[in-house]
């Protein structure tokens, strides 16, 4: 037993020499598969390896990049080095040709790709890594910042870096949007921002308007995303904010701009009517909450978002109300009104419904759209009185807005469009129109019935 035991725990020479050869073959072993995965590379000096990059597109990298683990670590530690980062972070944002479609547009697809290559290098990290890492490749190039570059109007950066973010982040569930969302938000300060902007003073604050603006429409909101992308990217935005705020941030990121230096118009909705250029974002944006890839929002919380909206700075003039429920299409603006009926509300409730109809003349939409709406809302009453009490309210509206019109163009009140004989005679077509299509639905009604 002895022996046996003194046996079994002696190794003599020969052993120790076997055991010490099977431990030294042990990295070598690892670094051959290592360079196995590397294929026809594994030739190559590390040096040589990043100047063929160089002869490669930024497609062909990323392809590279699933190739092998090996291969994309490599390639990791080519994207940080000097020479990587002058070959991928292009930064001619300014040039005097991007206006131009062909320009631009290739800028565009060089970040998409490397928004792809990365999303493929970084594949196996966990996403609060992967956005450190994708932060110190990118922390160089300034014009990535909220506030970084000095000409934002003419700058392509936010717009590439949106279209970087949005192919990194396709196919993320919720929860690592989530993650990407406060990352962005606590990397820009944009609470702060946020809350200086819609705290004080509309237009007080008119160079961080512009900022925010162009930040969230260009990095957070990029074009072409999908409408569920939108819906909760814009939710993101907006909901941390009581729904006061959310209108002011909604008229910031969508609402009319100067063409001369891009600062919000915040009196463009109260000085006089406007066109529907000017409507069409807050128009599309209410439509996108509205809908069915916005989860988080009731219709309540739409309506109350219009009504907020109505009143900045200062109450609209109807007839851009009426525009813009027009704008925002028959749900929307169904549900609004829908809503004036059941809270007793028939004088608003009639004066919309004649801007609805001058709006209809003026943009040239078919009246009998303005009719069906109103016979919509006239279901909604809930006693003949109240609907019969609606019906008076409109023509009374109709009556006293042309006397009012008439009133004006006969005291000479003309300005150089002659904008008073105008609106009046808008306003009369107007009428004449909508009664028109009363008509023709009461004839039908009358003749199917006989």
Known sequence: MTSSAGSSCTSTPRQKQRRSSRRSCHTPGRDSQALSALGDFQTLP????????????????????????????????????????????????????????????SILEHYKSLGLLLKRCTLLLPTRDRLKYVHKVLSGVSCFKLNGCASPLHCLGLQCYGVFLQILTAGWDELECHRVFNFLWELSNLARKVQTVVSGKPGSARRLELRIRLYCRGVLLPAGSHRSDSAFWLTRILKPWPMVNQARLLYIIFGP??????????????????????LKGLADAIKLLYGTEAREWTADDVISLVDELSVLPQEWLMENNARLLLLSGNSICFTFLASKAVNGRAVELARLMVFMALVCEKDLYCMDWAVKMMQKVCKVFS????????LQCLENTFAHMLMDMLQAVLAGEQDEQDSSFLNLFHLVNAQANFHKEILYLAMGSASSTT
């Open 257 to 278: 701009v100067s063409s001369l230096d891009g600062h919000v118009v915040w009196q463009k909705m109260i000085e006089g009517p406007t066109d529907e250029s000017s």
């Open 46 to 105: 590390l040096e040589i390896f990043q100047m063929v990059l160089n002869y490669l597109s930024v497609k062909d990298i990323s392809m590279l990049s699933m190739v092998s683990k090996t291969i994309s670590s490599r390639l990791v530690n080519y994207i940080s080095t000097s020479s990587g980062t002058r070959r991928l972070l292009l930064q001619d944002f300014h040039s005097p040709e991007l206006p131009g479609r062909k320009e631009g547009a």
């Open 383 to 390: 006693t003949p009185w109240e609907r019969n009490n609606f």
